[in-house]
């Protein structure tokens, strides 16, 4: 990942010595109870509504293809996309805070591994093999691109993204129907991990006994190590491996033709995150920054509009645009990377001095 690890020192000093300058003008600013406050609210009004949204998504998604493989008809086909759209829109998002049961559990790769093979999916289709939820998660993590939002995508949308209700197999059926329950019961699983006691360790980090946040420090460092990550995945594995590739086959979400909107998404969550916000408004990193460094937030500001605008100056969907719009794909990527660089290395810096 391009993170401009070679500035010269005497940058890296003038920053460091901006920060400082900040602070010094506002020693009368008591941000403890400020740093817990926005603990709280990224633990439960980000993360964990993002979570319910998730699994309430699924389900609604499940009770539509549920309905499309009893009564299939192009109506019911168009719901079923329309509603993986939507949960799309909740899981990139939320790919800006990647960190907690959702990583350690392995939730990410069984839910959202590309490309699909259609070679692999294609011999489960022929196969003997019940298609149930129980194939699905059987599956090993060699085969994690059989399951999850991505064959979902292709078997709603075919190859090239004109499927009609009336193509769909019995044994697609069967396998979309059991690709839908394996959703469900991934995005459950997140929701009841956050409810049911990460939320209660990220809100309260640094209290005694807390071994997964044994400081506030920890807690907002991952949170920041979790923006900046998505900028990599995004610029430097999302966009530029299809690029350098000039290989449309790379592409993340090409039958949905989704994958700006995917990536648009993805950098979204990142402001989300630092405002301390998904569907309600509250406290985030960006209150304790603007508490010591106005010009550090206005960067973090400007970089994110620019990176959003950059993505969607590309006007083609973008498996085409890594051909015939390269000048835009590259500027996007370049914009994102710029992002990455505040985040990793000026918002890092900040929150090991102020999220103490």
């Known amino acids: 990942m391009l993170k401009l690890k070679h500035w010269p020192l005497f940058l890296g000093i003038a920053a460091a010595t901006t920060i400082s300058c900040n602070k010094d003008d ?51 086909l168009a719901t079923c996309r329309n509603l993986w759209k939507s949960i799309r829109e909740t899981w990139e998002r939320s790919e800006a805070w990647l960190f907690g049961p959702v990583e350690v559990d392995n939730i990410d790769p069984r839910i959202d591994t590309w490309p699909v093979d259609f070679n692999d999916l294609n011999t489960v289709l022929a196969s003997p093999d019940e298609l149930d939820e129980e194939y699905i998660e059987s599956l090993d993590e060699d085969h994690d691109a059989l399951r999850g939002f991505h064959p979902i ?20 059926k069967e396998y979309l129907l059991a690709l839908a329950q394996n959703l469900k019961k991934l995005a459950d699983e997140v ?57 449309p086959q790379l592409e993340e979400s090409p039958f ?68 015939s719009q390269q000048s835009q794909v590259q500027a996007a990527m370049n914009k994102i990377n710029d992002l990455a660089s505040t985040i990793d290395e000026d918002l890092k810096q900040f929150v090991q001095q102020y999220g103490q």
């Open 26 to 76: 506002n020693d009368a600013v008591d941000t403890t109870a400020l740093k817990s406050e926005i603990l709280q609210n990224v633990a439960t009004n980000v993360c964990t509504k993002s979570y319910e949204d998730l699994s309430d998504k699924a389900g609604q998604l499940l009770t539509a293809v549920t309905t499309l493989t009893t009564t299939t008809t192009d109506d019911n």
């Open 153 to 172: 995508e292709y078997l709603l949308w075919g190859q090239n993204g004109d499927k009609t209700a009336s193509a769909l197999t019995n044994r697609e």
């Open 191 to 247: 929701k009841t991990s956050w409810t049911g006691g990460y939320a209660a360790s990220l809100a309260t980090a640094g209290a005694s006994g807390n071994t997964e946040f044994p400081t506030q420090r920890v807690a907002f460092e991952a949170i920041v190590d979790a923006m900046g990550g998505i900028c990599d995945e995004v610029a430097n594995a999302k966009m530029k491996d299809p690029f350098d590739a000039q290989d």
């Open 256 to 323: 949905a033709q989704n994958s700006i909107i995917d990536f648009t998404n993805n950098i979204r969550g990142i402001m989300d995150m630092y405002q301390g916000k998904f569907t309600e408004d509250g406290k985030g990193i960006e209150d304790l920054v603007r508490s010591y460094n106005l010009s550090l937030d206005n960067d973090i500001k400007t970089k994110h509009s620019t990176a959003v605008a950059a993505l969607q100056a590309i006007s083609v969907p973008f498996g085409e645009a890594i051909i």
